[in-house]
């Protein structure tokens, strides 16, 4: 069992380490996204006042990580989410007025070409972006050396390297592990476009390990009496640590990848 102190971590993650677990778990929709996040933009350069996309925000954690520690302003989208629980959540926290909530699907996104300084997307982009024509879509709404930052879920080798999504992975999340690449696939999937400049691309060192502890936590607080109570996803967290703890970091990463628009 993982206590919630453990999900706070300053001599990795400082920054995130300020933010309370529960908080993070009540808004949970994947593996710890203010650890990817934090860790994905040291590859970034964001500075105060850039209009920010957070693309398939979620509940909300990650815009509100943004605003608050990068002071950009941020416009938070996602399908899942209607957009007034997004906003209760950012008014909530204290950015309210520097986070747009915006409800959008990724193939329909409601901006002007060029308007965006940067666009960040955490644990999402593998359910969209694997598509050989979506990074020359996403892009044309980036001015001009413009940012892109993405977290996503990666294999350390292609599922077609090994002939078969490897059964502990494939028990817990099925077909899905099909859009989990390894970081090399991802650059090459880009640079070939000649639309943007790949200047990192790396597997976390140690996600497994990150996501293991996530995982316990959630499962723990998720069968506590009390308000976070939910048997159902904790036996999904349960489910996650046991592939995690068979996988022990030969195959399950995650990627971290960021590139500028050309």
């Known amino acids: 069992m993982t206590d919630l102190s453990e999900l706070v971590r300053p001599d990795r993650y400082p920054r995130s380490s300020r933010y309370d677990p529960a908080w993070l778990l009540d808004l949970d929709m994947g593996p710890h996204p203010l650890w ?23 509940k909300g954690a990650t815009a509100v990580f943004l605003a608050r520690e990068y002071g950009v302003e941020v416009v938070a989208a996602d399908w899942w989410i209607a957009a007034e629980e997004a906003a209760a959540v950012f008014a909530a926290a204290g950015v309210g007025d520097r986070v747009e909530a915006v409800r959008a699907e990724a193939h329909a996104l409601p901006f ?10 955490v644990d999402a982009f593998e359910y969209f972006g694997t598509a050989d024509g979506y990074l020359p879509y996403l892009v044309r709404f980036l001015r001009p050396g413009g940012q892109l ?19 502990h992975i494939k028990e817990v999340v099925g077909w899905e592990a099909m859009a989990w690449h390894t970081a090399e696939w991802w650059r090459f999937q880009w640079e070939t476009t000649e639309l943007v ?4 691309a790396r597997l976390q060192p140690d996600a497994w390990r990150d996501w293991l ?6 499962a723990a607080y998720r069968s506590a009496d009390g308000a976070g109570t939910d048997t159902a996803r904790a036996e999904g967290d349960r489910a996650v ?3 995690l ?18």
């Open 241 to 243: 640590v046991g592939m």
């Open 245 to 262: 703890t068979a996988d022990h970091g030969e195959y399950l990463s995650f990627a971290l990848l960021a590139a500028r628009r050309r």
């Open 112 to 121: 002007e070409e060029g308007s965006l300084d940067a666009i960040v997307s």
């Open 213 to 218: 502890l996530w995982a316990r936590a959630g």
């Open 149 to 167: 930052g993405v977290a996503t879920p990666a294999l350390t080798r292609e599922v077609r390297e090994l002939g078969a999504i490897p059964p």
């Open 36 to 58: 990817l996040l934090e860790d994905l933009a040291r590859d970034l350069e964001l500075r105060p006042g850039m209009r920010v996309l957070d693309l398939g925000s979620g």
């Open 197 to 200: 400049d790949v200047t990192s």
